[in-house]
């Protein structure tokens, strides 16, 4: 199917679904609005099947950007209609001018025959033929998933989990499923020339190919997806720039350069800011006036170090945004204003100091995922029975959707280890241990991961998570939390540890395993791992181990696919195939590294499964070169990686 066909398709679909659900749920009781919107729904889906059944010639290219302009203006209708932004008697209003313009659309299509004419077949098949062979068999995808990376500069680390998280946000997919889909699509294609896993194998950021790079980004400049702004002349979409309505805008301030910005971002749906270099707020201030966007769902301010109280005060007026990820800089506290955003979906202020957040932050009734590291607000927890006036306990009991809370940290004050066991949908919580623990905190929060955990085994769906570091205070805190029969998806534990943690030995199956400068050596560790079950993927980021060797059979390592070690320390290495039949992925990244005497550093030759094995960049030549020549003659021909050390 021709790009833009696809890519007004994919949008088409998302406003049926939205149309439906007015219809259904919203205006059951006002039917002359319902017939309304009932005729752009119809209108919108024979204009759809028309498209799709008989393509597009080339002189059609504007007419599908207007089809796409209106699709967009009737879901941008809903979304303020449906988040209380727009009453009743203005959405009426602006439905009735929306159902002239999608009945003048369908009418304008049977008066010209909208069809792709034979002779211009072969043109549409030489047009084929310039897309990219990695592109052109990717299968059943959303077209917009693919032109959102176009937001990025070039030879960006575009990471996954978040880029999910804003197409859900924009409304280019609807549901988690479609859009994990897309995301497996796109990352198990070879549109990727550099792909960064995490331990369990998941992709955990992508660059693009500069052939995917370069085709979709004259496909964005087409049909007007994404709007490039870097001080030149003009944005990257040329003459039509100021008769096109942005939604997207990708800014790259550079110093001492004036930003030339479409004049219209009234219905810009995304802004991403990313400065070059040494850029003070003088180059980008104008895209800081969000008084000139009404309908934004992602901003992306993570990389402006810049912002003010008073930009803070601006974003909270921004009443649709879903996605927020921000770098607070000197900016403290996060106060009660927040509470405006009630859209808001992710909010994402890690890479800052401890913020101070307030309780409105908890009570956003659609916040699911919450990064950063976070305290909450003396002011919230001061009066006794706090729990019970602030709401927090009702809310969170009965209401709250969060699903990520990574992190908060654990000193004197009272917050967040009294709301941890109140959140029942958490998958993934990051704890930070601090000095000033009290004992009072410690206690309950003990009880509230031991809860957290043992809950695993009656919601394993949720593939829960866990992270907790006390590198600034004694991991004798781990040793309270109390040994249950629950389950773990992931457990990092950062910091240095007296002993191999029980209440891990305890656990009925936990999948994947990281163990941070505990300080632990690796006999320890290996007997610690003796009571581990289900283990899958094991990380070691320790400059103490001494040696590692992996050469008798034991029950707990055969079903380990992945191992990652990262030592700065001299390491002895002796590693067999026997007890590691299911081996997919080795990375052994140690400069000063050593075999062990009678035994082989890596006995690759034997792991039948194996896929990847990494070395560090700066082994000597010779462990270099009996690597390859081993792999070469493996029946895998697992790839072989040079690498820094990557934490």
Known sequence: MEFGVATFSAVAAVVISKLCVVMENILKKVPEIRADVRCIKEDLEAIEAAIELHGLNREHVIFIAQLRRLAYDIEDCIDRFDAKKMVLKDFAKEIVILKEISTDTTNRIQKFNFLAEEDDRTAQGQRAADVPAELQNLGDYNPNCLLYLCLFPRNHQVRTKPLARRWLAEGLVQGEQLAVKNMKILTNSSIFSSIQRSNNGEV?????????????????????????????????????????????????????????????????????????????????????????????????????????????????????????????????????????????????????????????????????????????????????????????????????????????????????????????????????????????????????????????????DLNRSLSIEFEECSGEYVNNISQVAGILASLKLRGNLPQFPPFVAGLSAIEELCLWSTGLTWEVIRAGLSRVRGLKYLKLIEDNLGRLDVLSE??????????????????????????????????????????????????????????????????????????????????????????????
Not at 597 to 619: D, F, G, S
């Open 204 to 460: 955990r950021r992508c660059q693009p190919t500069d052939e995917t790079f370069r085709y979709i980004s004259q496909q964005s400049v087409s049909e007007n997806f994404v709007l490039f702004c870097d001080g030149a002349a003009q944005p990257s979409q040329g003459k039509s720039l100021q008769a096109q309505v942005a939604r997207r805008l990708s800014v790259h301030p550079s110093a001492n350069v004036q930003l030339n910005l479409p004049q219209d971002l009234s219905r810009l749906r995304t802004l991403a800011v990313f400065p070059a270099g040494e850029v003070n707020l003088a180059s980008y201030e104008d895209v800081l006036d969000f008084a000139r966007y009404q309908v934004l769902r992602v901003l992306d301010l993570k990389e402006c170090a810049h912002l003010s109280e008073e930009h803070l005060r601006d974003i909270w007026g921004q009443v649709l945004i879903k996605y927020l990820s921000i770098n607070l800089g000197s900016i403290a506290e996060i106060n009660s204003s927040i509470k405006h955003l009630d859209q808001l979906e992710t909010l994402d202020l890690s890479g800052s100091q401890t913020v101070t957040v307030f309780k409105e932050v908890l009570l956003l009734p659609k916040l699911k995922h919450l990064f950063g590291r976070f305290q909450l607000s003396k002011k919230d927890t001061f009066t006794p029975g706090w729990l019970l006036t602030s709401g927090l306990q009702e809310f969170l009991k009965r209401k709250s959707r969060l699903e990520t809370l990574a992190g908060f940290v654990t000193n004197e004050r009272l917050g967040f280890p009294q709301l941890l066991n109140l959140m029942k949908h958490l998958r993934k919580v990051k704890i930070w241990f601090e000095s000033d623990a009290s004992e009072r905190n410690v206690k309950v929060l003990s009880k509230s991961i031991t809860e957290f955990i043992g809950a695993g085994v009656t919601q394993p």
């Open 554 to 647: 034991a029950e707990h390592l055969k079903a380990i696919e992945r191992i990652c070690v990262v030592c700065k320390q001299r390491l002895e290495v002796a590693i067999a195939a026997r007890p590691l039949p299911n081996l997919v992925s080795l990375h052994i990244l140690c400069q000063d590294l050593h075999g062990i005497p009678h035994n082989p550093l890596i006995e690759i030759t034997r792991m039948a499964k194996l896929q990847e094995v990494a070395l560090h960049h700066q082994v000597d030549d010779t462990t270099k070169d009996e690597l390859l020549q081993i792999a070469d003659g493996h029946p895998n021909t697992p790839k072989v990686l040079f690498l820094e050390y990557l934490l």
